[in-house]
C-alpha cells in the first residue's frame, strides 16, 4: 500500500497562493502608468488653432501640380 501524503504539506503557502494576482495587478499598474505618461506627453504641447474657413490657404493652394492643371 502506498503511503499517502498528508493534505496540509500539499496546500500552497499564503505567498504562493497570491504570488500571480500580485504579479497581474502589478503588470496593469504599470501599464496604465505608462498610458497615463503617454497620453501626457502627447497632450503637453501648446493648443493650436485650426482655421477650418473655406478660404483657408490649405483649402485654395493645390496640393500638387497635377491639382493646379484641374
Do not use: R
Not at 499564503?14 to 496593469?28: E, H, K, N
Amino acid at each position: 500500500m502506498p503511503a499517502t501524503s498528508n493534505p496540509t504539506d500539499m496546500q500552497p503557502t499564503f505567498l504562493a497562493s497570491i504570488c500571480w494576482p500580485i504579479i497581474i495587478v502589478a503588470l496593469l499598474l504599470g501599464h496604465v502608468t505608462l498610458m497615463m505618461v503617454a497620453m501626457t506627453l502627447a497632450n503637453s504641447g501648446p493648443s493650436q488653432v485650426i482655421d477650418t474657413s473655406a478660404d483657408a490657404s490649405s483649402y485654395s493652394t493645390p496640393a500638387s501640380e497635377e491639382g493646379a492643371k484641374q
